[in-house]
């Protein structure tokens, strides 16, 4: 149920509502969970449940997962 | 990224001591179960499976209602994985083949479009899910919603079942649900990891729930007892805090029934008065009350958990049991006929359990 898919927001078609690609299929998604549509959030990825995106998806994920793994595996 | 997962296996397995870890979320139990995780870890580490499955946990009292519904003529819209789940007499898809309106939608957007080309029917939503769904629900609400629409509210909130569950289970710690977490943050779990049980926020991918076991463990190793997040990619501290704010436009917090478990304190969503309008329970409130009636004199009403005979979803939903110790799994319930809701649902333990280690003879 909880079940969430990134999609890449690809064009803003009005105030709340965007073009998403998950995988190469095209979907239309309501922003209004994350603020409403921006064209400066072409080119972002979206966490997209029950066609709301819930969230953006942050660029310096690897990073903060890569520092965790380090912490875990060399705790020094 | 293998070479990470082989690393974590072997960190989780060289540091393995007796340990119980619940996750409380179908869509982890999905993962675990799929990639066969309980298999290639080491057995002193435990994985526990809560009641993270939404329709699962949803009284039958609410289905009957949404029958009830349907049966005098109202259309219901519903998520798919609630269709199938039994009521007191039945499902939505055996009312549906009894020639009632019901349909599958993938959104609320959906069955407001259908209440939108509709105007002479007059559409229910079934409202369920946990944080993650709530949002949604209540962001169409504030939208302009016509007036032959309304919902059947059963929203649930999962930190106050996860307090409830540190009390009558035993378990170590827990990983926390990524897609709730990612609507309420990391900060309301403080209640559950201030009781002493570590907590660790993770997504759904196996390395996602390898470095989640692996935190957990690490937490119990070094004493500690916090909330951590593995999935900072989609989560923070503080949430979504628009989503938040929509949900607690619309929704106020009550006390609520779960399947299996009872009744939990502030863990369920009603509309609030603003919305009545749209509130099933209040436009068809001599319906609701009949089906009420109706609970009281069903086949189950001496059961409190609301399961047939044999079935022990209930104990399976607090993991206090696990579907290989039901008589029914595997025999008289599966997939295809399945008896409790955790075999209904796509996200349910003993579905999951089922369609990836049943054929192993486990």
């Keep these: 149920m909880c079940i969430a898919i990134p999609g890449k927001i690809i064009s803003i078609l009005n105030e709340n509502t965007a073009t998403v690609d998950i995988g190469g299929i095209k979907r239309k998604v309501n922003l209004d969970l994350i603020g409403g549509a921006d064209r400066s959030l072409i080119g972002k990825y979206a966490l997209v449940h029950v066609g709301y995106a819930i969230s953006l998806i942050s660029d310096e994920e690897s990073e903060e997962i890569l520092k965790l793994l380090r912490d875990l595996m060399d705790p020094s | ?38 298999d290639i870890i080491s057995k002193d580490v435990q994985l526990l499976s809560g009641p993270g499955c939404p329709v699962c946990v949803t009284p039958a009292e609410d289905i009957d209602f949404a029958i009830s519904l349907a049966k005098s003529g109202k259309v219901i819209a519903s998520f798919g994985d609630m269709m199938r789940v039994p009521g007191t007499r039945g499902s939505l898809f055996d009312a549906r083949s009894d020639g009632y309106d019901i349909r599958m939608v993938y959104s609320i957007d959906d069955a407001v479009k259908i209440a939108k080309d509709n105007p002479t029917l007059d559409i229910v939503f079934f409202g369920i899910g946990f944080e993650t769904t709530a949002p949604a629900n209540a962001a169409a609400l504030l939208r302009e919603v016509p ?30 649900p990524g897609h709730v977490s990612t609507i309420i943050g990391t900060y309301p779990y403080n209640s559950v990891s201030e009781r002493g049980f570590p907590i ?92 009420q009636h109706e609970k009281k004199v069903s086949d189950i009403d001496n059961n409190q958990n609301e399961m047939w005979e044999g079935c022990i979803c209930a104990e399976i939903l607090t993991a206090r049991a696990q579907p290989a110790q039901c008589p029914l799994f595997g025999k008289r319930c599966s997939p295809k006929n399945p008896v409790g809701p955790c075999m209904v649902s796509l996200e349910g333990t003993c579905y999951n359990w089922y369609k990836y280690t049943h054929n192993k003879g486990i």
Excluded at chain 2, 2 to 19: D, G, T, W, Y
Excluded at chain 2, 155 to 176: N, Q, Y
Excluded at chain 2, 228 to 239: D, H, K, M, P, T
Aim: proline fraction near 2%.
């Design chain 2, 147 to 176: 007036e032959n629409f309304s919902m059947l509210t059963s929203h649930k909130l999962m930190p106050p079942a996860m307090e409830i569950l540190t009390e009558d289970t035993i378990v170590d710690g827990f990983l926390a």
């Design chain 2, 1 to 38: 990224m293998e070479n990470i997962e082989q690393k974590l296996i072997s960190r989780i397995n060289e540091h393995a001591a007796p340990i119980r870890i619940m996750h409380v979320c179908g869509t982890h139990e999905r993962t675990i179960s799929k990639y066969a995780i309980r």
């Design chain 2, 200 to 291: 660790v926020v993770t997504g759904f991918e196996v390395l996602d729930v390898l470095l989640g076991i692996a935190m957990v463990q690490n937490q119990i190793e070094s004493g500690r007892s916090c909330v951590e997040n593995a999935y900072s990619r989609c989560v923070n501290v503080e949430g979504n805090l628009k989503a938040q704010e929509m949900m607690y436009l619309v929704f106020k917090k009550i006390d609520s029934k779960w399947r299996g478990i009872g009744m939990i304190e502030k863990s369920g969503l009603a509309l609030k008065k603003e919305f009545e309008q749209f509130d099933a329970v209040n436009v068809y409130a001599d319906i609701y009350e009949k089906a």
